[in-house]
């Protein structure tokens, strides 16, 4: 299994990114996709996940209207769209594919960094 993110870097805040994450070896289509970021000194976080078939998204408050999820299930990869970035977001963002409590796999992360 691997989980391959790329697209992070430095941004001035109000910019914007996108990350990808290609997935492989295990059934991209059945699982849920998720990011998550870990910022310096504290936990990491949930920011959004979306469902198996890409009906359903849902994402943490401090990033709602401004960052999007959506996955290519043909192209077995997942994106995440970060508009009107701020300093706060800085951090490592995680790909992860949820499928249970044993089929659960994690990137080695991207760093962004937002700042002037």
């Known amino acids: 299994v691997q989980l391959v993110e790329s697209g992070g870097g430095l941004v001035q805040p109000g910019g914007s990114l996108r990350l990808s994450c290609a997935a492989s070896?295990?059934?991209?289509?059945?699982?849920?996709m998720r990011w998550f970021r870990q910022a310096p000194g504290k936990e990491r976080e949930l920011v959004a996940a979306?469902?198996?078939?890409?009906?359903?998204?849902n994402y943490v408050d401090s990033v709602k209207g401004r960052f999007t999820i959506s996955r290519d299930n043909a192209k077995t990869t997942v994106f995440l769209q970060m508009n009107s970035l701020k300093p706060e977001d800085t951090a490592v963002y995680y790909c992860?594919?949820?499928?249970?409590?044993?089929?659960?796999?994690w990137g080695k992360g991207t760093l962004v960094t937002v700042s002037s």
């Open positions: 979306i469902t198996s078939a890409g009906g359903s998204t």
């Open positions: 070896g295990f059934t991209f289509s059945r699982y849920v």
């Open positions: 992860n594919a949820h499928r249970d409590s044993y089929e659960n796999y």
